[in-house]
Nanobody, 121 residues
Framework: VQLQASGGGLVQAGDSLRLSCATS????????VGWFRKVPEKEREFVAA???????YNEDFVKGRFTISRDTAKNTVSLIMRRLQADDTAVYYC????????????????WGQGTQVTVSS
């Protein structure tokens, strides 16, 4: 089972991006999925997670700008990011685990390779 994160790119401050996390060899049906981000010399940060009936965001910086959603037909989990800021520049990773708490805690069993998001100010 592998995760594939995509959708990153270079955008200007104020723009939007849609990140997508897809899986090969497994359905997301039994998994909670989360997004994390990492910049050099800083700890990895939790961004958002979605279970089946719940979702959560890191409100320290999301502040209503991001939306995580699950598309069961396409077997993907998306993160729509709006009003992007320079501080959102990072490599974004998706992660999945049968346990919602494991995803929230950053100890998910499955991790994607990351997609670079660069926001120019």
């Amino acid at each position: 089972v592998q995760l594939q994160a995509s959708g990153g790119g270079l955008v200007q401050a104020g723009d939007s991006l849609r990140l997508s996390c897809a899986t090969s060899g497994q359905t997301f049906g039994n998994y909670s999925v989360g997004w994390f981000r990492k910049v050099p010399e800083k700890e990895r940060e939790f961004v958002a997670a979605i279970g089946w009936k719940e979702h959560i965001y890191n409100e320290d910086f999301v502040k209503g700008r991001f939306t995580i959603s699950r598309d069961t037909a396409k077997n993907t989990v998306s993160l729509i990011m709006r009003r992007l800021q320079a501080d959102d520049t990072a490599v974004y990773y998706c992660a999945a685990d049968p346990s919602y708490d494991a995803v929230r805690s950053g100890v998910a069993e499955l991790w994607g390779q990351g997609t670079q998001v660069t926001v120019s100010s």
